[in-house]
């Protein structure tokens, strides 16, 4: 069976986009971070401030999350 790992999805406000996923959906917060780069460039981004969440179910150890 063929399953989906993580995707990426870029929005204009995370806050909105929590409400929907993570108040709506049911998701959960794993990772919440923010990281410093070159993303103006890369993502063609309004800053080089990039923050990252991953969500998925706290108790599915494979929810989506790498394990860095």
Do not use: C, K, Q, Y
Not at 29 to 58: I, K, P, Q, Y
């Amino acid at each position: 069976m063929a399953i989906v790992h993580h995707t990426a999805v870029r929005v204009r406000n995370v806050e909105e986009s929590l409400r929907f996923w993570r108040d709506g959906m049911g998701f959960d917060v794993l990772m919440d971070h923010e990281f410093d780069g070159d993303w103006t460039t890369l993502l063609r981004a309004s800053s080089n401030s990039l923050r990252s969440l991953f969500l998925g179910r706290a108790e599915d150890r494979d929810s989506g999350i790498p394990n860095w």
